[in-house]
T-cell receptor, first 118, second 109 residues
Framework: DTGVSQDPRHKITKRGQNVTFRCDPI?????LYWYRQTLGQGPEFLTY????????KSRLLSDRFSAERPKGSFSTLEIQRTEQGDSAMYLC????????????????FGPGTRLTVL | AQTVTQSQPEMSVQEAETVTLSCTYD???????LFWYKQPPSRQMILVIR??????QNATENRFSVNFQKAAKSFSLKISDSQLGDAAMYFC??????FGDGTTLTVKP
């Protein structure tokens, strides 16, 4: 069990540029989540996947944000035309969904990608 | 919509003493779990303890235990024999995706 990994760990970009983050979940975990966390706040849910299907998206996920999990393994989160308000830590988590609902899953988090938009 | 409230933005405890962090939540779901996570400064979110909402018995993990009051929708975390390494931000999670705003715990030597 190598844990959840995220790449890159830090990203500095200029306003208006596009950025893409990658998340590799714990192998065999079928559910994958993206969150955004600003300094001193709790994580805010963005979206989650079960296998390759994106089952829920938060209203925080504007049309500049898109997430994919094409083969049900790793996932990418892309932000187009970045704005200074996008500066935050982007967290990925994964869980092994069982017979219960997703609200009973235990999520394991990656180290996050810290985005700074200049 | 689910809500999670952590009413203590900051807490402080003396090393070796006991501290309790509070969390209240609201959910319409019938099947859910509750979690406490620890996030040290600039470090990864780590699971501390989990409570299955259908169980009346409070969860315990070594020095960490919860006081779960389902009817009151209260889920507090008790840390016994506090250690310097317990210093971190602690987040309560209800169900799938609703976190509280966290409590910053300082441990004084």
């Amino acid at each position: 069990d190598t844990g959840v990994s995220q790449d890159p760990r830090h990203k500095i970009t200029k306003r208006g540029q596009n950025v893409t983050f990658r998340c590799d979940p714990i192998s065999e975990h079928n559910r994958l989540y993206w969150y955004r966390q600003t300094l001193g706040q709790g994580p805010e849910f963005l979206t989650y996947f079960q296998n390759e299907a994106q089952l829920e998206k938060s209203r925080l996920l504007s049309d500049r944000f898109s997430a994919e999990r094409p083969k049900g393994s790793f996932s990418t989160l892309e932000i187009q035309r970045t704005e200074q308000g996008d500066s935050a830590m982007y967290l990925c988590a994964s869980s092994l969904g069982g017979s219960g609902t997703v609200s009973t899953d235990t999520q394991y988090f990656g180290p996050g990608t810290r985005l700074t938009v200049l | 919509a689910q809500t999670v409230t952590q009413s203590q933005p900051e807490m402080s405890v003396q090393e070796a003493e006991t501290v309790t962090l509070s969390c209240t939540y609201d959910t319409s779901e019938s099947d859910y779990y509750l979690f406490w996570y620890k996030q040290p400064p600039s470090r990864q979110m780590i699971l501390v303890i989990r409570q299955e909402a259908y169980k009346q018995q409070n969860a315990t993990e070594n020095r960490f235990s919860v006081n779960f009051q389902k009817a009151a929708k209260s889920f507090s975390l008790k840390i016994s024999d506090s250690q310097l390494g317990d210093a971190a931000m602690y987040f309560c999670l209800a169900g799938k995706s609703t976190f509280g705003d966290g409590t910053t715990l300082t441990v004084k030597p």
